[in-house]
């Protein structure tokens, strides 16, 4: 293995060419979690890990997470180590978890720790080690465990603990849980939904001067006893639902000892009336007071006894039955500024509210006041805020808000109102928020909203509003925000769009929900926006019948719309120009359409919007984003495509998108094979865009891994092919490389023979037409060294010229005196068939006999003939010859000849000699080498 290595390494250098090896990068996976904007790694880092079945805490989180939400997983356990990772941590949130064990120490990793939320998990005990090391904890829930006990010292280390939630747990005894009450800075202790029967001041081993708020609600206590000045500055007190029955035991020692009390609860308390009468009149400086839900309640007899009346700023009486009030009960209530009496049912107000000239906030919701009188709202020239929601009121007329000068808000919503008739007429002039959500209003006369000149909010959401007449929203001229959605508007009501001319400074116009449709793309003759100009945000989603097509000029005029919302519309393309009115388009909303042609969105649509930086998507049966790859949306942040058909993400996609930080593609076709491996692994590994929820992203292809985790798909051994690969080819080059120089060194002249006659050979049929009918002066040019001469002259020229009559050319006889000797070979050769090499030791030896084999090799490469017949006179050892000879020997069997050993019969040798001559040439035979047919020759 370790050679292995090696060998693949030191073939890199080869391969850097040919491929390239990926290296994982160490950076972090978020997994389940999500980065909130602004998101910049550099800055502190808020990270959600909500609802994802964590069975512990993750490993993998940024190291300078300062504020982690890990609420509603799984995790049964903190183990100390957990949080080695995370020393940055300022916020935990553990809530809704399981945890029942955190280990000694766990949280002791976290010295920078502000605020700590274990609520709602199965811890048992607050144990003294269980807090250690939390030195600057201010906030500290532990509400909705199943706390029991609290042991001695667990709190003794938080000095900063400032705020301590132990709501619904099983604490039984203030007695028993001493450490709480002795944290020095305490200011704010919840200990409500308990099982404390009693308190008593005499179990709190000291005061505690810093504690503002105390919460005791919840809790069946029987005994509430004061007998010291243990709260000097408390100001909240809850003891909401706290007294079941009359047998309660309740002792002040001193008015004094709870005179700071200037918030108090006493709602849902089920004792008899004078009881409860009693212990108001322990609190002398209320000016908050809830008396929701008594059993027993009477206005004009309860409220006398509050001895804070006067002081009383905020009174509420939800709940309580009350069917009328009387100006007497009130008339003492002369500070308050807010009477919150929803849920009773009443049913006429008559003039009781005119004692109360100070109310600033009049809470009247969900009562059974269905007709308003002129005089009801008489003198309250210091209201800001009137609720009379959900009370059934048929008709508004003019005079009940003429006192209402200072009205700012008006909520009407969930009410009869067929009609506005002259209701806003005359005023409220300063009214800046008006809800008539839920009436029955089905048109909006001329005028209708005339005295409404600073309103700047306007809900008209969920009525029957089919007409509006063309100077409804005259007045209207510093209206921001206008909803008209869930209505029944069609692209044809009448004048409806001449109307928003009126409203010059409108921001907001919500038309979703309504019956717009069209019936093409084609250019509108009045685009119905074309007076907006201020226009920012722009709903047109879920038509009911589906808008279907969106005229190219539809958005004309909206220069300055920031936010376009058109989803679900049942919008099948978009026409190129579509945008070209909003430059400024900042979010765009295409969820829930129908773009399944491939060709429904293209990159044009998009360049007159190059500054959008969230793009919706989802639910709109996409095949591909492909169009984005031109669509020149470098600003592009935020991109949301799930459930859709998408397959691939290839490179190019993302790469367009440059300063993409999030992308939720969850519930699409995802393919998961090798071609998908970039986006895979883009997905898990890249710091600079998170990829929402890529833990719960399923492959659909192939269908042997459909409903698998794509996250999960084994990238690697898409890349180990690569990496065998680029073994398989560097090896090879190496080899290659390797057997080159081997060949070169050992073999370079059998390959460089065998090279031309494998030139030759496919020269053949070339040679053969262009050399047929030339003719030679000799039939051999025999080479022979001088001391063969003997040999030659007494052998083979009577043999060959007498008795076979063949024309040979000698040197000594052939060659023309005078002429340069290289000039006489070369003729004497070319000018013969074949050229004879008679070898012997001395000629192997010999320069001009080498010169002579050279010359007659050349006519090979020149001629593409082949012409040398060897002839061996004497026995050499084959490691003799050189490896040109050896070569020759080996493939050429018939123009290699040898001369009998004395004694053996040479009739033979002549006669394999003269055919040797006489072929035309060897190129028959070199052809038949090269195939491999020359096997019956040896
Ligand atoms: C992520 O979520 C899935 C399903 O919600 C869960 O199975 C998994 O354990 C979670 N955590 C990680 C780290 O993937
Ligand atoms: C205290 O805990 C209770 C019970 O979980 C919760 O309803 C309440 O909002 C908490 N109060 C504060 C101030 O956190
Ligand atoms: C009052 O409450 C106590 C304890 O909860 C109970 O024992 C007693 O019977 C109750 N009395 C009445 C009259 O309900
Ligand atoms: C009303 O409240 C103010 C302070 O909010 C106080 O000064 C004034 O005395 C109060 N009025 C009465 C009648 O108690
Ligand atoms: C309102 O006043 C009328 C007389 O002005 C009276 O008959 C009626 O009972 C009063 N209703 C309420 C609810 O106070
Ligand atoms: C309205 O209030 C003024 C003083 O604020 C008072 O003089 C007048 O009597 C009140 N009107 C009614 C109808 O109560």
């Not at 004094?256 to 609860?265: D, H, Q, R, V």
């Not at 009214?431 to 009436?439: F, P, V």
């Not at 090979?860 to 004497?874: A, G, P, R, T």
Request: with cysteine.
């Amino acid at each position: 293995m370790r050679n292995d290595k090696l060998w693949k390494s030191s073939l890199f250098f080869f391969v850097l060419n040919c491929c390239v090896l990926i290296t994982p990068t160490d950076e972090f996976s978020l997994g389940n979690c999500t980065i909130y904007f602004p998101f910049d790694y550099s800055k502190h880092l808020k990270v959600r890990c909500c609802r994802m079945d964590y069975r512990r805490i993750p490993s993998t989180l940024p190291q300078n997470t300062v504020d982690l939400d890990i609420s509603c997983n799984s995790i049964t356990r903190i183990n100390e180590g957990d949080f080695i990772r995370l020393p940055n941590l300022i916020i935990l949130n553990m809530s809704h978890n399981r945890i029942s064990e955190i280990t000694n120490n766990a949280l002791s990793d976290l010295p920078n720790l502000e605020e700590l939320n274990l609520s709602n998990n199965k811890i048992q005990a607050v144990t003294t080690k269980l807090l250690s090391g939390l030195a600057n904890l201010s906030h500290l829930r532990l509400d909705s465990n199943y706390l029991e006990v609290i042991e001695n010292q667990s709190f003794a280390t938080l000095s900063n603990l400032r705020f301590v939630n132990l709501t619904n747990n099983k604490l039984k005894h203030i007695s028993r849980f001493q450490s709480v009450f002795q944290i020095p800075h305490l200011e704010e202790l919840y200990l409500g939904m308990n099982r404390f029967s009693v308190f008593n001041s005499s179990d709190i081993p000291s005061a505690l001067f810093g504690l503002k708020k105390l919460d005791l609600s919840l809790n069946p206590l029987t005994m509430f006893k004061i007998t010291e000045n243990i709260f000097p500055g408390l100001e909240y007190l809850d003891l909401a639902a706290c007294f079941q029955n009359d047998t309660l035991d309740w002792l002040i020692l001193d008015k004094g000892f709870l005179n700071t009390i200037k918030t108090l609860n006493l709602s849902r308390n089920l004792i008899a009336e004078k009881q409860l009468g009693d212990i108001m009149q322990s609190f002398t400086s209320v000016t908050w007071m809830a008396l929701d839900y008594l059993k027993e309640f009477n206005v004009e007899t309860l409220l006398q006894k509050a001895c804070s009346r006067s002081l009383l700023n905020e009174l509420h009486l939800k709940g309580n039955g009350v069917l009328s009030m009387y100006k007497s009960s009130l008339e003492h209530l002369v500070n308050l500024t807010e009477l919150r009496i929803r849920n009773n049912r009443l049913t006429q107000l008559n003039d009781t509210l005119q004692v109360l000239p100070n109310l600033r906030l009049l809470d009247l919701y969900f009562n059974d006041i269905k007709k308003l009188d002129c005089s009801d709202f008489a003198n309250l020239t210091q209201l800001r805020q009137l609720f009379l929601g959900g009370n059934g009121i048929v008709t508004i007329n003019a005079c009940i808000f003429k006192d209402l000068g200072n009205l700012d808000e008006l909520i009407l919503h969930s009410n009869s109102l067929l009609m506005l008739g002259d209701a806003f007429t005359y005023g409220p002039q300063n009214l800046r928020y008006l809800d008539l959500t839920g009436n029955k209003l089905s048109t909006l006369e001329n005028l209708s909203f005339k005295a409404l000149r600073s309103l700047q909010v306007l809900y008209l959401t969920d009525n029957q509003i089919l007409t509006i007449k063309p100077h409804a929203f005259e007045g209207l001229i510093n209206l921001a925000e206008i909803s008209l959605a869930c209505n029944k508007i069609t692209q044809r009501t009448p004048k409806i769009f001449a109307g928003f001319a009126a409203m010059a400074r409108l921001q907001i116009l919500d038309l979703s929900c309504n019956y717009l449709s069209y019936e093409s793309q084609v250019e509108l003759r009045n685009p119905p926006f074309i007076m907006l100009s201020e226009l920012k945000v722009l709903k047109m989603n879920s038509q009911h019948r589906g808008l279907k097509h969106m005229p190219s000029n539809l958005l004309k005029g909206l220069k300055k719309l920031d936010a376009f919302y058109a989803g679900n519309l049942n919008v099948e393309c978009l026409h190129v120009d579509t945008f070209t009115y909003t430059p400024n388009l900042y979010y765009l909303d295409l969820t829930s359409n129908n773009f399944v042609n491939r060709n429904a969105l293209t990159s044009r649509l998009f360049h007159p919007i190059s500054g959008l930086h969230v793009l919706h998507l989802g639910q709109s049966h996409l095949k591909s984003l492909n169009f984005l790859v031109d669509a020149n949306l470098s600003s592009l942040k935020s991109l949301h495509a799930s459930t859709n058909d998408l397959q691939l993400i290839n490179q190019t996609i993302i790469q367009s998108l440059p300063q993409l930080k999030q992308l939720e593609l969850h519930n699409n076709s995802f393919t998961c094979d090798c071609n998908n491996v970039w986006f895979i692994d883009w997905a898990a590994v890249n710091n600079a865009t998170q990829v929402l929820y890529l833990n719960r992203y399923e492959c659909r292809y192939p269908l042997s891994l459909s409903g698998t985790n794509l996250a999960a798909f084994n990238t690697e051994s898409c890349y180990v092919n690569y990496d065998f690969i680029c073994f398989i080819c560097s090896s090879s080059i190496v080899i290659l490389t390797l057997v080159v120089s081997f060949i070169y060194h050992f073999l370079k002249w059998q390959l460089v023979y065998t090279y031309y006659l494998f030139l030759a050979f496919l020269n053949d049929g070339k040679r053969k037409r262009t050399t047929k009918h030339l003719s030679f002066q000799y039939d051999a040019f025999i080479s022979y060294n001088v001391q063969e001469e003997p040999w030659v002259m007494e052998e083979l020229v009577p043999k060959l010229e007498g008795e076979h009559g063949l024309r040979l050319c000698l040197h000594h006889r052939d060659f023309e005196p005078g002429k340069a000797i290289i000039d006489n070979i070369m003729d004497g050769i070319y000018n013969s068939r074949k050229t004879v090499c008679l070898i012997t030791h001395n000629y192997l030896k010999s320069v001009w006999c080498s010169h002579e084999i050279q010359v007659a090799s050349f006519r090979l490469f020149d001629e593409q003939k082949d012409v040398l017949v060897l002839v061996f006179l004497e026995d050499i050892p084959t490691q003799q010859l050189s490896p040109y000879y050896r070569m020759r020997k080996l493939v050429k069997k018939r123009t290699y000849l040898r001369w009998p050993k004395p004694g053996e019969d040479t009739r033979a040798f002549w006669q394999k000699l003269k055919m040797a001559i006489e072929t035309k040439e060897n190129m028959e035979e070199d052809r038949r080498i090269l195939s491999g047919k020359d096997k019956d020759c040896v």
